[in-house]
Nanobody, 125 residues
């Protein structure tokens, strides 16, 4: 049974940093594409970043240069380092497991099959 558990969210001021973690179990982690998505109040969920192998990463334009996705295949964990946070980064952040064995460069939600419960990120100005 697939389990995805996010942690690391919190409240920070603009310009601050947070590191999100997603601990996983129930599947062969090193073979799979993992993604991070977010949903702001009143808005649709949107893709933030994904990672397949250590060098195959994709980012939404609005986080390029500020966020870094990484993975530890020995710990079955995927991370999202978020720097220079902005108030518009506020939202619930979700970890997701992709369908199949590829990563969608366009970070489309339909290509991800399993989801965590989310961790809240709040950035104040």
């Amino acid at each position: 049974q697939v389990h995805l558990v996010e942690s690391g969210g919190g409240s920070v001021q603009a310009g601050g940093s947070l590191r999100l973690s997603c601990a996983t179990s129930g599947f062969r982690f090193s073979w799979k594409c993992m993604g991070w998505f977010r949903q702001a109040p009143g808005k649709e969920r949107e893709g933030v970043a994904s990672i397949y192998t250590g060098t195959s990463t994709y980012y939404a334009d609005f986080v390029k240069g500020r966020f870094t996705i990484s993975r530890d295949n020995t710990q079955n964990t995927v991370y999202l380092q978020m720097n220079n946070l902005k108030p518009e980064d506020t939202g619930m952040y979700y970890c997701a497991l992709a369908h199949g064995n590829w990563c969608d460069p366009q970070l489309r939600e339909l290509n991800f099959r399993y989801w965590g419960q989310g961790t809240q990120v709040t950035v104040s100005s």
